[in-house]
């Protein structure tokens, strides 16, 4: 499934595997291609690898299937900031905040992508040892990378301390007693480096000579933060849509009891969207087709209902309640007795998954119909003549069970005829019947 596979990229990315983590992510598309989050957790791990083509082409396509969503245009930002488009990454981050002004990811993207296009030369590197190290978004990867420091970047007093040293490196010694600050040095300076106390001052080396960045390994070029998958993200993500969605279900019902079936509609249309879990939306959706004799649109959904509800192992309840939905369009729909014959056989589904009172009276209402109208299809006057005929031929010839046989035809085809009686015919019909029943 999908969630499955969603889940796997999210561990993968939040251990730092973000190799593994697009392969997942790649999966779920796969699977769910028109999910804009999977587009855009797998353009955070591309931006984490470096990987900013395929990074852009990811957040164009979670921006083209959700425009307003936010978060996209922070993955949009993100990947041109990282192909150096600085002027279109401020673009991207100022229509994200035009959706949602309050959201810090976009306002600290912003700007970075600010100060990147207006940062004049690197200073001299004797102004700062460290100077290189905290350039560029490629500081807040890292960070988040490290299970420890990523912890840390939900404190915004941390998260502060780390925006005035990449502004200013040579702030760096105004923070460094503060033990997380230590931490996240050691992490981008890809070195363990013990924790000092409190109060401690940091050695200008720890070693007899630490190599400068440019020559220990290969800085990377500046790369944007990729805003990857906190802890909980996806599950904080999923319950904001779980409740928008039960609220568009609310609305949708409202509508429903005003008859307002056009946009009860539209409001169950959209919690299925934002919840694709919950199979009530669309039963609620099938009852609104059902009531507007849309017979065929309401089958559909029934089928789809049972359909997700077996792969989420819903509620039988749930399943039955579909199946019954189904049974009650088919029963619309029927035109001849053969017609009701699916109707019954979904009535009979729904009573195995749920023995419910209602559903077995449709079944009886149904098979009776369906017997009813069995008869109104077999009635043929003329026909009866022709077989009351062939019964009086045998009768006379004293074939009596011939003559049984065709009497009992004319009957079917014409009940109230009262020429089967003549001569009380009908009378020895009955006792040789009897008679043949009983021998």
Known sequence: MAEEAKAKGNAAFSSGDFSAAVRHFSDAIALAPTNHVLYSNRSAAYASLQQYSEALADAKKTVELKPDWSKGYSRLGAAHQGLGHLDDAVSAYKKGLEIDPNNQALKSGLADAQAAASRPPPPPMGSSPFGDTFQ?????????????????????????????????????????????????????LNVKLRTAPEGAEFPESSSPERKRPAESEPVKEAEPEPEPMEIGEGEKEAKERKAKAQKEKEAGNAAYKKKDFETAIQHYTKAIELDDEDISFITNRAAVYLEMGQYEECIKDCDKAVERGRELRSDFKMIARALTRKGSALVKMAKCSKDYEPAIETFQKALTEHRNPDTLKKLNEAEKAKKDLEQQEYFDPKLADEEREKGNEYFKQQKYPEAIKHYTESLRRNPNDPKVNEGGKIHFYVLVHNRFRLS
């Open 136 to 188: 560029g978004p490629e500081m807040w990867t890292k960070l988040t990378a490290d299970p420890t420091t990523r912890a840390y970047l939900q404190q915004p007093d941390f998260l502060k301390m780390m925006q005035d040293i990449q502004r200013n490196p040579n702030n760096l010694n105004i923070y460094l007693k503060d033990s997380r600050v230590m931490q996240a040095l050691g992490v981008l």
